[in-house]
């Protein structure tokens, strides 16, 4: 069995060797195809790589490779006339900016020119509204500032103003926040040669501070009316001689610059200034151009203080006696129906009013006479029946009497120049001082200092040779001041006033010389 098997085993040798052959060229094919694509693979991997990677260095190896085209006479041509026609777009782009900006130049005047003509003609239209404004409503439109039309000849008396050549007008001119007033407004009170002004300012020695206001002239250029570049003032003695302007001259400030603008406020610096005279101040301002303007001037008083007046209180008898203390304070009790009883009986006897008057003296080289008035409660001040004020029933001012009363001064120079006698004449009035007695009233008026009627009043007289004097001091015998009792048969803040008119026809010119009796 095993010789049998050994024998069949080796017989089949010859086929096998065929097989072998058949073997190895397979594997010879196969790797050949193995390497073609490896060369293959590797070709793509490289070129994939350069593209995805976009080397600039092997980019520059792989075109230095590559021999540069060899420039033809066409493309140096070509390249010439492409730098000409950059220079042409260059030339044109700088015409259009020229032409540009001459179209703006051109729509700026012509709108200069639009605005110009629609300026004027807002100005005629304005100009011919004006004509036929009604006049009731143009309260509410402050027109004096600028003016539509300027008149040289009237800007004396419309503004306080010497025209010059100057293009800022000095107005408004105060001493102390007080303003020199010659008419007030609706003032009954006739023109007349006696009485210059209704309101003049008064204030104390320590007091003179003036001020101004500026106003451009219409027609002048707005750089010559930007600022005020510098002032002068000039203070001297009223009523002096008005051909010599230096006359009496007190104080002169020369020209003060003001590069940083007019102040608020200057200061008098004279030493010269002396209670109870009357002074006249002006100011000329230059312009940007420096031009002058010069106003008119203005007068102010220098009035006492308290503890410089020599005069006294003075009232009438009758009111004097009727008054009592416990008559004000009646009223702090509603209870007390007797002492309130008594003090409207003592009212009804001091309701007349009085009236005061005195003579004044023919005095001789007058400068100035201020008359200094005051009174509690309210007093109408008058010379030969010449009205001083249209603000008589409510002078003075209400203050509280228990710290201060205000008084009033009154130009009375014409009166002492004309070389005749004159009688001062001062009515009084209850106002808040002698009222009607009222219980209950809302307002507590006995809480309020009460008194008899009574005035204080003297005048202050500066003569030519510089020397003062006080005249008619009211509490001096010497000085013959008269009380009696006027036409007012009450005078009430409530209640108005109550005129006896038969007394009122009998007293008819009891303020003037005329009517004057010792």
Excluded at 463 to 491: C, F, M
């Amino acid at each position: 069995m095993v010789a049998a098997s050994a024998a069949s085993a080796a017989s089949p040798a010859a086929p096998r060797r065929r097989a072998l052959t058949y073997t190895k060229l397979i594997q010879l094919l196969s790797l050949f195809l193995l390497v073609i694509l490896f060369a293959l693979s590797s070709l793509l991997y490289k070129n994939a790589h350069i593209l995805l990677n976009d080397d600039p260095t092997s980019r520059k190896k792989t075109l230095a490779a590559v021999p540069p085209p060899r420039p033809h006479r066409s493309s140096q041509r070509i390249k010439d006339e492409i730098s000409q026609l950059d220079k042409q777009m260059d030339q044109i782009a700088i015409e259009a900016m020229e032409l540009h900006q001459a179209i703006d130049d051109l729509q700026k005047t012509s709108r200069k020119k639009i605005d110009k003509s629609e300026m004027e003609m807002a100005e005629r239209s304005w100009e011919e509204e004006e004509k036929d404004r009604r006049q009731p409503k143009q309260w509410w439109v402050r027109r004096d500032t600028y003016p539509s039309s300027f008149d040289e000849a009237s800007a004396s008396k419309s503004t306080g103003v010497e025209a010059e050549e100057g293009s800022i007008i000095p107005i408004n001119l105060s001493v102390n926040h007080l303003q020199l007033m010659i008419r007030a407004p609706g003032s009954p009170n006739e023109d007349n040669e006696y009485r210059h002004e209704e309101f003049l300012p008064v204030v104390i020695k320590d007091d003179v501070e003036f001020r101004w206001r500026s106003q451009g002239k219409p027609s002048a250029e707005a750089r010559h009316i930007q600022r005020t570049t510098a002032y002068r003032i000039l203070l001297r003695l009223a009523h002096s001689d008005v051909d010599d302007e230096n006359s009496n001259i007190l104080w002169d400030s020369d020209r003060v610059e003001t590069p940083d603008g007019l102040p608020d406020v200057v200061k008098c610096a004279s030493e010269s200034i002396e209670v109870g005279s009357i002074y006249e101040w002006r100011v000329t301002v230059w312009d940007g151009n420096n031009q002058q303007s010069t106003s008119s001037w203005s007068k102010f008083a220098v009035g006492p203080e308290s503890e410089e007046f020599t005069s006294k209180w003075i009232t009438h008898p009758v009111d004097m006696a009727s008054w009592s203390k416990g008559d004000a304070g009646a009223f702090w009790n509603d209870k007390n129906l007797k002492a309130q009883q008594k003090a409207c009986d003592n009212w009804n006897k001091r309701k007349q009013l009085p009236i005061f008057r005195a003579r004044l003296p023919v005095v001789n080289d007058v400068q100035t006479a201020l008359l200094v008035v005051s009174g509690l409660g309210s007093f109408r001040s008058s010379v030969d029946g010449i009205p001083l004020s249209s603000s008589g029933p409510l002078d003075p001012p209400l203050t509280d009497y228990a710290q201060r009363v205000s008084y009033r001064g009154f130009d009375i120079t014409s009166f002492m120049t004309d070389g005749q006698s004159h009688v001062i004449g001062i009515a009084s009035g209850s106002g808040w001082w002698d009222h009607r007695p009222i219980k209950g009233s809302f307002i507590r008026l006995f809480l309020f200092p009460h008194g008899p009627n009574t005035i204080n009043a003297n005048v202050h007289i500066t003569y030519r040779n510089g020397t003062r004097d006080v005249i008619l001091p009211t509490g001096s015998t010497a000085a013959g001041w008269q009380v009696s009792k006027g036409h007012l048969r009450e005078s009430s803040l409530f209640t108005g006033e109550y005129i006896d008119l038969g007394i009122m026809s009998t007293l008819s010119g009891w303020d003037t010389i005329a009517k004057w009796s010792d």
